[in-house]
């Protein structure tokens, strides 16, 4: 039973534009939420997260949305560049941490 | 800075046969963690310490053992390896557990014949 989904396995997007990635969640205990991203032949690196008490988080190009309401997050890359082309996994967190399956983001030139 | 440091990097094994993967970090963090990753199923939680001689399961622990008996190692082991473990392995660490970021090793990638 997958707590977490990533429902679209890739994405492309043109070098400046927005890349928008999202995430579902399913169990209501859930009160912290995380973006990773992974680069192959590495570990996930730690992105950008937000607590359950706030719908918005920013850190440079990176923005993180949470409804909770709707039990949904995404992830705002503005512009994308083609260094983000990557692998990212949406996690979220009661004491434990679960992840989505991963979104295969492609940044063409 | 090392970081969270895992050995080996690629392993294949036979069926039944055992294994250490090993895990170690330097960052004295208490919460240590070990993930596999499927695809189309992201990363799994297998089992996780809250500290030394602390440990409990995760989603997955079924063929699996762990032990901490120092707060940098927690290794994982695989006593009678099957294909269906056929998987890349994370382990990861953060401060305490709770809500916070972890830090991931760069994964053992294991082939079970």
């Known amino acids: 039973d997958q707590q977490v989904k990533q429902n679209s396995p890739s994405l492309s997007v043109q070098e400046g534009r927005i890349s928008i990635l999202n995430c579902d969640y399913t169990?209501?205990?859930?009160?912290?939420f995380l973006w990773y991203k992974k680069y192959p032949a590495e570990g996930p690196t730690f992105l950008i997260s937000i607590s359950s008490i706030k719908d918005k988080n920013e850190d440079g190009r990176f923005t993180v949305f949470l409804n909770k309401s709707a039990k949904h997050l995404s992830l705002h890359i503005v512009p994308s560049q083609p260094g983000d082309s990557a692998v990212y996994f949406c996690?979220?967190?009661?004491?434990?941490?679960?992840f989505g399956a991963g979104t295969r983001l492609t940044v063409k030139p | 800075n090392a970081g969270v440091t895992q050995t080996p990097k690629f392993q294949v094994l036979k069926t039944g046969q055992s294994m250490t993967l090993q895990c170690a970090q330097d960052m004295n963090h208490e919460y240590m963690s070990w993930y596999r990753q499927d695809p189309g199923m992201g990363l799994r939680l297998i089992h996780y310490s809250v500290g030394a001689g602390i440990t409990d399961q995760g989603e997955v622990p079924n063929g699996y053992n762990v032990s901490r008996s120092t707060t940098e190692d927690f290794p994982l082991r695989l006593l009678s390896a099957a294909p269906s473990q056929t998987s890349v392995y994370f382990c990861?660490?953060?401060?305490?557990?709770?809500?916070?970021?972890?830090?991931f090793g760069d994964g053992t990638r294991l082939s079970i014949l």
């Open positions: 996690a979220a967190s009661a004491l434990d941490m679960r």
């Open positions: 990861a660490s953060q401060p305490v557990q709770g809500n916070q970021p972890q830090h």
């Open positions: 169990n209501s205990m859930f009160d912290y």
